[in-house]
């Protein structure tokens, strides 16, 4: 009845047909980080800032009262550390809370909170405790609720949602042991049966899915008639006869969350719990991320905050050479880029979570870039805190209150953050999809000129379109307001730091980022995808310059609004002075840089030649595949799945 699922052989090319067909192809609204690469700097897209209206506010503050006073009394993070495990009794509470519903319609029995509140909720849930924030995180964010509300039908709303407003817990099911970031080769099989289909495969890095109630799954439906097949998503019964957890996985970080490895045997799963078409799967997932990847830096943000205060507190009673080390520079530029960093990072989340609940903007950008710029400068951040404390900053909090000092978990931060530079999109990956958004525009007019299977008519007919819009677009990215003095004037109000040359200094860089993305185009042509080294620059230049105007504008909204004004405008000042410096040397890197002798190096290093480098050690990894065999059957382990009553 069922086939056996084989692992699909993918070239590059098929590979990257797979991606770009899960691409939005259209731009739902105007976007303001997509118009900065394209040297345009739209600050009418987010000045004045956006704000929620007073229901919104009052339903929000109000649940964020209620869940400051249960994380600062009835959270043991030091018991979750200890034992692996969030207890039960705490997921209970949450449910009590309505904590597992804050993203769901009221309509439903959630709370219905907006993107911005739900982001504040997760920041203080990561505080008290990060595997807490992952729980509701991967539930909420990407488990069943969110695709449910973008794709759903009427009657999956119905019967899935009330049950997740309820506390049942959701999990998302797309890698698999030997699928990570190229999902053509996904090999879970859906086959469709009468009324059903029947899944066989094999997920790993499953959050959520020890411990889980409902799966939204990611499988493969073979092409057949009445089938168009490809990469579907399905809501499955954790519950239903063939799905085995056959390992709860263990992590230097996050050490409570609940991940595993799920197998799926012939599990039957109805028509009517397919999400979506067949094979719309990926694009399902993506979708979701668009909003859904706002919860990392959402937590990286409040690992800001607490390492603002720690090192704070800390660096003003500890004395070293006569005076406290916060007066030492050496520590206080850590200090001063902690604080920078973390009022930047608040800015790029509140005014990303905004523009996701007006809806009037496509965020796709903006969210990865808050995502993959939280990610990066939350570890940094978390690091520097460490090397503040010293010693301590590597001392277990256990250690430190066993000997009678403060439990600061400095070191357990730094663990528990060092999976968001690889969750929901790596870094790496990260750079590669910003960078496909960015040139977009490009490839819209001119993709054919640089696709070599493209035929000649098409080439000619793509030369005519792109000379169009080159003609339009270049003479623009020479000149602009970035370079009159008394350009964005309302920034520098009397009393205050001066935001109006950051302003005028992203307008300019904007531009010559522009002028960077052309020229790379025009130097590489087809070969700029593999240039990952120049496109993982371009990205994060648009960070920066991201980050610098959320800043801007969020100092500006506090001024206008009597809170804080004045301290919002130094803090604004210090990050767009740290960030234009490294925006700087990432120009100077684009041009300058050692990517050609490192891919010779490379290709010496995977053909042996240095292998005599690793001598004079001893191996302590042990026996063992790479990847762990994922061929679909039974199961042969005890089901390790554990339903929280």
């Known amino acids: ?33 997509r118009e900065l690469f394209l040297g345009r700097f739209r600050l009418d897209l987010i000045h004045p800032h956006p704000v929620p209206g007073e229901d919104a506010v009052r339903r929000g503050e109000q ?54 509140y739900y982001n504040k909720a997760l920041a203080l849930l990561g505080t008290a405790n990060p595997a807490i924030g992952a729980l509701l995180s991967a539930h909420q964010s990407i488990g069943v609720p969110q695709p449910l509300k973008l794709f ?46 029947v899944l066989d495969g094999v ?50 970080g996050l050490r409570g969350i609940e991940n595993g490895v ?12 397919r999400i979506g078409a067949e094979g719309a799967g990926l694009k399902i997932a993506l979708t979701t991320l668009n909003t859904g990847r706002l919860s990392l830096p959402a937590m990286c943000v409040g690992a800001g905050k607490w390492c603002l205060k720690i090192a704070r507190e800390w660096s003003s009673v500890r004395e070293q050479w006569g005076g406290p080390i916060a007066r030492h520079e050496a520590v206080g530029e850590k200090i001063a880029f902690i604080a920078a960093t973390t009022f930047a990072l608040e ?79 790596s870094t790496e990956i990260m750079h590669l ?67 109006s040359g950051h302003l005028r200094y992203v307008e300019r860089t904007s531009r010559r980022l522009a002028r960077s993305v052309f020229y790379g185009m025009s130097r590489w042509q087809g070969r700029l ?41 130094e803090l604004a000042d210090a990050f767009c002075r740290q960030a234009r410096v490294r925006a700087d040397e990432l120009f100077r890197r684009l041009w300058t840089n050692a990517d050609a002798s490192d891919r010779r190096l490379l290709g010496a290093v995977l053909d042996g030649a240095h292998a005599w480098l690793e001598d004079g050690i001893v191996d302590p990894s042990g026996e063992g595949p790479w990847i762990a065999d994922s061929t679909p059957g039974a199961g042969t382990r005890p089901d390790l799945r554990r339903p929280v009553p």
């Open 1 to 33: 009845m069922t086939a056996s699922p084989t692992r699909p052989a993918v070239t590059a090319r098929e590979a990257r047909q797979v991606a770009e067909a899960a691409r939005e192809q259209d731009w739902r609204g105007p976007s303001f980080a």
């Open 63 to 116: 649940f964020l009262a209620r869940l400051r006073d249960f994380c600062a009394h009835e959270v043991d993070s030091a018991r979750i550390e200890r034992e692996a495990r969030i207890p039960d009794g705490t997921i209970a509470r949450l449910r009590e809370l309505g904590a597992f519903g804050m993203k769901i319609d009221t309509r439903y029995g959630g709370l219905g909170l907006t993107q911005l």
């Open 152 to 197: 759903g039908t009427p009657e999956q709303r119905e019967e899935f949602l009330p049950r997740c407003a309820r506390g049942e817990i959701s999990a998302f099911l797309l890698t698999e042991p030997d699928v990570g970031s190229d999902p053509a080769r996904l090999a879970t099989a859906a086959v469709p049966d009468g009324d059903d289909y």
């Open 203 to 252: 997920k790993l890095w499953t959050t959520n899915g020890v411990v889980a109630d409902l799966l939204v799954v990611m499988a493969r439906v073979p092409r057949s008639e009445g089938h168009p097949g490809g990469i579907t998503a399905f809501v499955v019964e954790a519950s239903s006869e063939g799905v085995t957890v056959e390992n709860r996985n263990a992590f230097m």
């Open 262 to 273: 799920t197998r799926f045997h012939r599990v039957r799963v109805p028509a009517a719990h």
């Open 347 to 425: 800015a790029v989340l509140d005014l990303s979570s905004q523009l996701a609940d007006e809806n009037r903007n496509d965020i796709r950008i903006e969210a990865a870039l808050a995502k993959l710029y939280g990610s990066e400068m939350a570890w940094r951040m978390a690091d520097d805190l460490v090397q503040i404390r010293g010693g301590r900053g590597y001392e277990t909090a256990e250690s430190l209150a066993a000997r009678g000092e403060r439990a600061v978990p400095a070191e357990q931060l730094l663990r528990d953050l060092r999976i968001n530079r690889i969750f929901e999109g």
């Open 433 to 499: 999809l910003i960078a496909r958004e960015a040139v977009d525009a490009h490839l819209s007019v001119a993709g054919d000129l640089i696709d070599p299977d493209t035929s000649l008519p098409d080439k000619a007919r793509a030369g005519a379109r792109a000379g169009g819009f080159y003609a339009r677009w270049l003479p623009g990215l020479f000149a602009g307001p970035g370079q009159l003095p008394t350009s964005f004037a309302a920034f520098h109000p009397t009393g205050h730091a001066d935001l």
């Open 529 to 569: 995808e593999k240039k990952q080294g120049f496109l993982g620059r371009i990205v994060d230049i648009g960070a920066e310059l991201f980050a610098m105007s959320a800043a801007c504008v969020r100092a500006e909204h506090l001024r206008a609004g009597g809170d804080r004004g004045r301290e919002a405008y």
